[in-house]
């Protein structure tokens, strides 16, 4: 079956320095790939995704390449900021499935 | 934006009693949503797909008689927790998924239920 693995968090740094949060994936065929992010208080809201291998999604200054050779999809910005602080998802689903599966999340934390 | 809400945004109830939890798609309509739980330091697990005007498709392990959902309208679907114990308590959460095709499901704020 399906299943996703992220770092374990909480992770914490500083304004400006270089984030990367692990994402690692089992599944069948070839999935679509997403990161989701939940500010405090709030739902989850997509962040970015990538439907094929190489592909790079990017939004808000975030980036995860889509790396069918080692079964990653890394998230990656290279300067956080405060406002940048939340819990983030990392999940998949597969073509013309709607099922999605998810991490199990990674807070983040930025201090000023 | 894409908005769904979830009402209520907490709820304490008895044990033995039920629960209803409603998931709304503000402005947009959806054919499908789907109902998620989550536990502390956990991820979210699928309980259960809904589409509208049909019966819902419930995840291995998951009571569709304790769990009840229904999804009456293109804009609303409702997850009832029947008899809830204490185990049930948790933060369910809701998404939706446009019917124009996407494959975006946009996601409520969470139901955190507890069981006394």
């Known amino acids: 079956g399906n299943s996703v693995t992220q770092m374990e968090g909480p992770v914490t740094l500083s304004e400006e320095a270089f984030l990367t949060i692990n994402c690692t994936y089992t599944?069948?065929?070839?999935?679509?790939l997403f990161w989701y992010v939940q500010y405090p208080g709030e739902g989850l809201q997509l962040l970015l995704k990538?439907?094929?291998?190489?592909d790079k999604g990017s939004n808000k200054g975030f980036e995860a390449t889509y790396r069918k050779e080692t079964t990653s999809f890394h998230l990656e910005k290279g300067s956080v900021q405060v406002s940048d602080s939340a819990v983030y998802f990392c999940?998949?689903?597969?073509?013309?499935?709607?099922?999605?599966?998810f991490g199990t999340g990674t807070r983040l934390t930025i201090i000023p | 934006g894409a908005v769904v809400s979830q009402h209520p945004s907490r709820v304490i109830c008895k044990s033995g009693t039920s629960v209803k939890i409603e998931c709304r798609s503000l402005?947009?309509?959806?054919?499908?949503m789907f109902w998620y739980r989550q536990f502390p330091k956990k991820s979210l697990m699928l309980m259960a797909t809904?589409?509208?005007?049909?019966?819902?498709?419930?995840e291995q392990g998951v009571e569709k008689d304790k769990f009840l959902i229904n999804h009456a309208s293109l804009t609303l679907s409702t997850l009832t927790v029947t008899s809830a114990h204490p185990e049930d308590s948790s933060f369910y959460i809701c998404?939706?998924?446009?019917?124009?095709?996407?494959?975006?499901?946009?996601f409520g704020p969470g139901t955190r239920l507890t069981v006394l």
């Open positions: 998404s939706a998924r446009d019917r124009r095709g996407t494959d975006t499901q946009y």
């Open positions: 599944a069948t065929g070839y999935p679509s």
């Open positions: 990538a439907t094929k291998a190489d």
């Open positions: 999940a998949l689903s597969n073509f013309g499935n709607e099922k999605l599966t």
């Open positions: 402005d947009f309509q959806a054919t499908t």
């Open positions: 809904s589409n509208e005007g049909s019966k819902a498709t419930y």
